[in-house]
């Protein structure tokens, strides 16, 4: 029957902090297919984690056209965000069927059954470093990212574009998340410049197999403090992502973390 009581003040404090939606970004699609609209793109409250995302679309999903897309997202507090973009629907080149067989050809040669998530990052990372030469200003524009795909994997070269398209196209087959990202043009960097952003449960990180004269770097999972080593040439509007990872991405440690989560 012995007995200890404590006491201890908690004091409540209102949650007056909207969500934050990460992703939303202008984006291309193709006539009379299906949109995804909440592919890459997620909200995350401090107080109740990942939350719903609804979509308000002007899309006319059958016509040629830019239209306006807003999405909205609302804590169990009532705090809400907003955050709008345009989807820009144009022409198939090339099907959704044509690119995905490429991908699918390409990850069955440079993976194995056995292969975690983040092997299969290092196997994608090297073939486009290796497989796409990069060649200044290949792309004449930047709106059809499978016929990009398409270009890059047939012909063996590309731009920035072509090379994101070819890596966007096989990181599709893998249901590894990823969020495409561009570079602000401001000086010195008056060029457009795609890659993506990766995470593998450790966080995000950037993920860019571009492999140029000027800029010879093997950026494969870079972390923040990595890349603030040519923020220039990496730089986002980060207000639109979530953070990056802080930490150094130990490959090592997370391939034996991924391969006991497999089999414990």
């Known amino acids: 029957g012995n007995e200890t009581a404590a006491q201890r003040t908690v004091m409540l404090q209102a949650d007056e902090t909207a969500p934050n939606i990460y992703g939303v970004i202008n984006r291309m699609c193709y006539v009379n297919e299906t949109i995804a609209y909440r592919k890459e793109v997620f909200a995350e409250d401090d107080v109740d984690g990942r939350l719903e995302v609804a979509v308000e679309s002007e899309v006319v999903p059958y016509a040629e056209g830019t239209y306006r897309v807003v999405y909205r997202a609302t804590d169990r507090s009532g705090n809400e965000a907003t955050a709008g973009c345009t989807f820009t629907l144009i022409e198939q080149t ?24 983040v092997e299969k990052l290092k196997a994608i990372f090297d073939y486009v ?113 979530p953070p990056m990872a802080t930490e150094h991405f130990d490959y090592d440690a997370v391939v034996e973390m991924e391969r006991q989560a497999r089999n414990p």
């Open 94 to 117: 090339v099907t959704e069927e044509e690119i995905r067989a490429i991908a699918q050809q390409v990850m069955a040669e440079i993976t194995t059954p056995d292969m975690v998530d």
């Open 129 to 241: 470093q290796m497989h796409v030469v990069y060649v200044n200003g290949s792309n004449s524009n930047y709106t059809d990212w499978r016929k990009a795909a398409y270009d890059g994997y047939t012909y063996g070269k590309g731009d920035c574009y072509n090379i994101y398209s070819v890596t966007r196209a096989l990181l599709d087959e893998t249901g590894i998340p990823y969020l495409s990202v561009e570079r602000l043009k401001v000086p010195p960097w008056k060029t457009r410049h795609f890659w993506v952003h990766v995470n593998v449960g450790t966080g995000w990180y950037c993920f860019d197999p571009t492999w140029t004269q000027k800029h010879q770097v093997y950026c494969f999972m870079w972390s923040k403090s990595e890349r603030s080593g040519m923020r220039h040439y990496w730089n986002y509007d980060e207000s639109k992502y």
